[in-house]
């Protein structure tokens, strides 16, 4: 692996383990805190805020995706190289789950305390609201088509450079706002995957609908964008310019 791809997928990574950690980390250890719990809202700023800040840190070495859906909808749209998609997805997994295992080590140290569905994604009798599995297909499918429209469209031609990061990070913020009671949120097969491997048995069976749904979603928007936006051919999407030395 060249040094520039090996930069490429540690950024990947730890820009996903960022995400699962702070965003479920949030949502495990915060969101219902005795008087004084985060709740939805907080959960939602959360995921948001660990995308924008990472995106800031990291964007632009790798492009700042985090999610195996981001990475192939930007590839169906043209934006994202065949030979990063393997290793960014690989590094994203990876990530999302030692994220993961570091929040149940640290969720554990407190007295009493049982896993149950950790922060997982679910439909039915696991989905927060029990929405049945059309509403949270559907749900899913709907928020990552948007979720990667918003990317491609911020960082598309024409659009204020360096600030992508903004829109992106409160994209995910609304999307968690909308989608929290209907499957806890997933629009990333990575962050569903960290969680669901803690809290085992049905959480694991349903992990098929987080990889589904926002892959469908995501790759509907690439090709869209293919369209819709002018064609640059196969280029990166950053979210921030890097800087350079005058």
């Known amino acids: 692996m060249g040094d520039d791809l090996t930069r490429r997928v540690v950024a990947e990574f730890f820009g996903t383990f960022w995400l699962t950690f702070g965003g479920c980390g949030a949502a495990v250890l915060a969101a219902a805190f005795p008087a004084l ?5 907080g959960v939602a700023f959360a995921f948001g805020l660990t995308v924008l800040t990472m995106a800031y840190a990291v964007g632009h070495i790798s492009g700042g995706h985090f999610n195996p859906a981001v990475t192939l ?3 169906s749209a043209g934006r994202c190289a065949n030979k990063h998609v393997v290793p960014y997805i690989v590094a994203q997994v990876l990530g ?5 295992a570091v929040l149940y080590v640290i969720a554990s140290g407190q ?9 997982s994604n679910g439909y039915g009798e696991l989905s927060p609201g029990k929405y049945g599995l059309a509403a949270c297909l559907l ?6 088509f948007f979720f990667l429209f918003i990317i ?19 994209a ?14 997933s629009v ?59």
């Open 37 to 41: 719990g985060i709740g939805f809202l």
């Open 73 to 75: 909808g930007l590839w």
């Open 96 to 100: 999302a789950i030692l994220g993961a």
């Open 111 to 119: 007295a009493g305390w049982v896993p149950g569905g950790f922060a």
């Open 139 to 144: 749900t899913e499918v709907l928020a990552t």
């Open 152 to 170: 491609i469209g911020t960082t598309s031609k024409g659009a204020a450079t360096g600030f992508a990061g903004i829109p992106i990070g409160f």
């Open 172 to 185: 995910l913020v609304l999307i968690h706002l909308i989608t929290i009671p209907v499957t806890n949120t």
């Open 188 to 246: 990333n097969p990575a962050r569903s995957t960290g969680p669901a491997l803690f809290a085992g048995g049905e959480h694991i069976a349903q992990l098929w609908l987080f990889w589904l749904a926002p892959i469908a979603g995501a790759m509907l928007a690439g090709v869209i964008a293919r369209w819709l936006y002018e064609p640059a051919g196969i280029v990166d999407t950053v979210v921030v310019e890097e800087r350079r030395p005058h």
